[in-house]
């Protein structure tokens, strides 16, 4: 995965039902100073890049669920967010 400053990934073991599995909490910080119409669709893609990363070093298989992930926009802007909070809303 390329290297984005501002990501933290975490890997813990969960234990229960008898069976230990790696659980992985990926926090994708984005900070912003302008409303982006597109905000949605760069987390979204930003998510992509870190499951097929972890797809592809074999991290996680292919049957296995997916990590949690939680994207966090952290808007530093000086007037009230216009853009969309989620792929419905453009802007």
């Known amino acids: 995965m390329r290297h984005r400053s501002g990501d933290i990934v975490w890997r813990l073991r969960r234990r229960g039902d008898g069976q230990q599995a790696w659980v992985y909490l990926y926090i994708l910080l984005e900070l912003q100073a302008r409303p982006d ?18 797809l592809n070093s074999g991290e996680i298989g292919p049957d296995e669920p997916y990590p949690v992930v939680l994207p966090v926009v952290l808007y530093t802007g000086r007037w009230p967010w216009r853009g969309g909070t989620s792929l419905r809303e453009r802007g």
């Open 37 to 54: 119409s597109r905000m949605a669709l760069r987390v979204l893609e930003y998510v992509v890049l870190f499951l097929n990363s972890l």
